[in-house]
């Protein structure tokens, strides 16, 4: 037990990462779709991805410091209590303006969260167990998209996407509140460092190697922006698989990635990460560009599995990011290092509806050249010693 990082405060976490993921992965990938049936035109669809990424970014700092403040806790209650008024908001949208107003608070679990997610894990296990603690949290929060996204497919089957939606965010808050009562078992006291008081000081604790690995990320993640909005949209319209198929092609690359994770974390920890996270990086790159290739639903099924790949090394990237974070600003120093990396590939979405507008298959090959440019400039920069 102890080898899979099951540790008290990172399994509590890791739950509470399943029970929301179930509830969040029966709409989240249909999201898109809902913004269109709302009246959304393409732009718009960008412009929430874009404001997405940026709030990705943006709360990351924040809710780093509210984590080393007042502790994991506390901050963890209430990034769930932020993300169910948003859930609520986008149950009762009338129009798609209010979804992006959701946004800001459905955005507290997806990122403010974040930054305490994976302090718990560098609190609670020693280096040589990290990447199979941030394994454990991944496959708990990925176990529930293995079926998660088909159930919402089904739903949209018989409700219509409006109606299909709005009973799974239903779902979600309900299972909301079960999550709060998991969080609130979590038990970690907290390490203050007073010499570092702001952010100047935080980015100033960052090693070399941390700052070169978050350089390449921001070109990994802007390959992954430039597309991610649309995948639903090039697969039901382009190629024509219906929203059930769709949701099952979440699940391959869900199952996918849950295959990889205990292997690969098992051996990064004990091999060095570096070899995992080139894999990772090389999958991000080829994952939008066999899906472009793909003109029918056996295709996409390759092509979603490639993108199962590209979480082969995430969690030895994880584990290095709080391997070079110093523990009395660990929280911040996660926060920071995603602050900078969401607000910097926060236009990608949008040039992703624009390159959409030239050609669908666009935005993707463009995102498979980003991709590798990053994957060459991680091999190049950071060297084996820091990531082992």
């Given amino acids: 037990m102890a080898s899979l990082g099951l540790e008290r405060n990172v399994v509590a976490v890791g739950s509470a990462m399943f029970l929301l993921g179930l509830g969040e992965n029966l709409w989240k990938g249909f999201l898109p779709k809902y913004l269109q049936a709302l009246g959304a035109p393409v732009l718009a669809i960008g412009l929430y991805g ?27 209650l209430v990034f ?8 609520a908001i986008y149950a009762l949208a009338p129009s798609w303006p209010f979804v992006l107003a959701g946004l800001f608070f459905t955005m507290a679990w997806a990122s403010m969260a974040s930054p305490a997610l994976f302090a718990v894990v560098g609190d609670a296990l020693p280096r040589g167990r990290r990447a199979m603690g941030f394994t454990v949290q991944a496959i708990l929060r990925r176990l529930p998209i293995v079926v998660a996204p088909t159930l919402g497919g089904f739903l949209i089957a018989l409700r219509g996407v409006k109606g299909g939606v709005r009973v799974s965010l239903a779902i979600t808050i309900a299972l909301a509140f079960a999550t709060l009562a998991l969080v609130a ?15 100047r000081d935080v980015w100033r604790s960052l090693p070399g190697p941390l700052r070169w690995l ?11 922006g430039l597309v991610d909005v649309f995948l639903v949209l090039f697969a039901t319209n382009v190629v024509g698989v219906d929203a059930p198929r769709y949701g099952a092609l979440i699940a ?36 939008p560009v066999a899906v472009a290739l793909s003109r029918s639903f056996p295709g996409l099924v390759a092509a979603f599995a490639i993108g199962g790949l590209r979480e082969l090394g995430e969690p030895a990237r994880k584990a290095m990011i709080v391997d070079l974070s110093r523990e009395g600003v660990r929280a911040r120093s996660i926060g920071l290092y995603y602050l900078v990396r969401s607000c910097a590939i926060a236009p990608a979405a949008f040039a992703g509806g624009l390159l959409w507008r030239i050609a669908p298959t666009v935005p993707f090959l463009a995102a498979g050249a980003v991709g590798l440019a990053g994957t060459v400039l991680f091999a190049l920069t950071v060297e084996e010693r820091y990531a082992a």
Avoid at 187 to 197: K, N, Q, T, Y
Wanted: glycine residues 8%.
């Fill in 50 to 76: 874009t404001l997405k990424d940026f709030l990705d970014g943006a709360y990351q700092y924040p809710g780093g410091w509210i984590a080393d403040r007042y502790g994991r806790r506390r901050a963890l």
């Fill in 80 to 87: 769930v209590s932020l993300a169910s008024v948003g859930y």
């Fill in 185 to 199: 078992r979590v038990r970690i006291p907290l390490v203050r460092e007073p010499a570092v008081s702001g952010i």
């Fill in 214 to 224: 978050l350089f390449s990320d921001i070109f990994i993640r802007t390959c992954e």
């Fill in 252 to 287: 391959v690359q869900m199952a996918t990635s849950i295959l990889v994770y205990v292997p690969a974390s098992k051996i990064a920890d004990r091999t060095g990460r570096k070899p995992f996270v080139i894999a990772t990086f090389l999958c991000f790159a080829a994952f």
